[in-house]
């Protein structure tokens, strides 16, 4: 029989996406299923979720819970892989467009312990078989706070033996609420119960997580060892050195049937490495669009990110006057802190011949920006995974990182001696400075200029194989260790 695998998470592409952990949630489940797991989905119903599956059909209803009078578990499929996914549709609580966590005015949703709570609570009464008795997990798989509770949820159930793998994506979103919101949720909050449950006076939806799932990991081996100091522990790494072997790094996938420039339908032209012409192309048709000179000589970079700290935006920011001394190009998408959009406003007003910023969301857009750029930049202060180096190396644009997280996982840097032994696929840099990052490009750029050099590190990114089998094989693993 096949191991049954419920995956437990608050996003997934293409229904709803703030980030990567909405690609991981659509491909892994996928590739999972593809080695013969019998593998659903959980999903809170945000109108994005409910209008986006197929075949929606009710399975139970129950209520009040968590402030909803009434909760309806649905189950359908997901368009694309054709998995199927439960859904809880609470009117209450979830029937709210646009960001699944943030209302209208940027802020958290009041009521968000309520709605991430009754995710894990249904993920564990699915683990009981209360809710659905003709399907029953035997791994719960949470992914963030979002999903926290699922195996707090489980591990409070003396009756319950489900194996629980919880997978911390982003350890800086701890899921923080004030304490006495315990007696909402329907939480043990005495002795060890408490201890697990409490985060400097507040509840923490992460470290519950932390403690009670069977084991833990996270999107990269680099990761999974940072987490473990205080520099990038917020406050997490004691917990997380104790859990020992029971922590480890899988590093994410790619799903190339959505990221691949020899098939990606939002591209002017499709390339692959032994056929660049078509790069050239998506080049020359971005430069025209955003209003820059169409310059092959003119090295273009690009950054597809959130515009945050935890990103290095700043540093970009910072190394503007390098790009300029370079002749180079700049074209930004992304949103995210106040202070930084502005900068980047300010910087595409006052060279609008060298940078252009689309602040929002864009999905074509971001594919057609990496296909037709030269260098992304990803110059992270800390980054648990990173999908888009890995998307760029596909794309043959060469990814320009910082030594942290999954980005010194997957990018080697252009020395003498990785160029020598073919290694090469990108840039690295050290410190969290503009002067560091500022350094690298106009290095790269000098790189940039030797055409036969450039062509052999962007060929060694674009033929590396990044899909989702490998990654899938360590979690089957994993799930089977327990
Ligand atoms: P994180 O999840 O920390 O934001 P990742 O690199 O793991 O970082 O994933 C980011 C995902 O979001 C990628 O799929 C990237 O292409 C996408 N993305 C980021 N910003 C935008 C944007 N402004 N428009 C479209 N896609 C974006
Ligand atoms: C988080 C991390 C990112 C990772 C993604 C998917 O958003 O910030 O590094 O790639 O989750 O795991």
Known sequence: MAL????????????????????????????????????????PGLPAVLNGLVDLRRLIRFGPAFGAAIVTLRLGRLPESGLLAYVIDAPFLYRRDGNPYLGPDGRDWSDNHRRFALLGWVAAHLATG??????????????????????????????????????????????????????????????AAQSALEFHGQLSFMKSALVHAKRVNTVSPSYAREICTPEFGWGLEGLLRDRGSHLSGILNGVDYSVWDPVTDTALPASYSADHLHGKEVCKHKLQSTLGFAQRSQAPLFAVISRLTAQKGMDLVLGALPALRAEGAQLVVIGSGEAEIEAGFRAAAATYPDSVSVHLGYDEALSHRILAGSDILL?????????????????????????????????????????????????????DARSRALAARITEACAQFREHALWRKIQRRGMLQDFSWADSAVRYEALYRSI
């Not at 809710?131 to 719960?140: A, G």
């Open 4 to 43: 049954r695998i419920l995956h437990v998470a608050a996003e997934i592409y293409p229904l709803l996406k703030t980030g990567g952990l909405a690609d991981v949630v659509a491909a892994l489940p996928a590739a999972l299923a593809a080695r013969g797991l019998d593998t659903r989905i959980l999903l």
């Open 378 to 430: 990803v110059p992270s202060r800390f980054e648990p995974c990173g999908l888009t180096q890995l998307y760029a190396l596909r794309y043959g644009t060469l990814p320009m990182v910082r030594r942290v997280g999954g980005l010194a996982d997957t990018v080697i840097d252009a020395t003498a001696e990785n160029i020598k032994l073919g290694t090469a696929n990108g840039f690295v840099f050290n």
């Open 130 to 191: 209360e809710l659905d008795r003709h399907w029953q997990p035997e791994v719960v798989h949470a992914h963030d706070w979002h999903a926290g509770l699922a195996p707090t949820y489980i591990a409070q159930n003396p009756a319950l033996n489900t194996a629980t793998v919880f997978t911390i994506h982003n350890l800086a979103f701890r899921g923080l609420f004030p304490l006495d919101h315990h007696t909402d949720l329907g939480l043990l909050i005495s002795g």
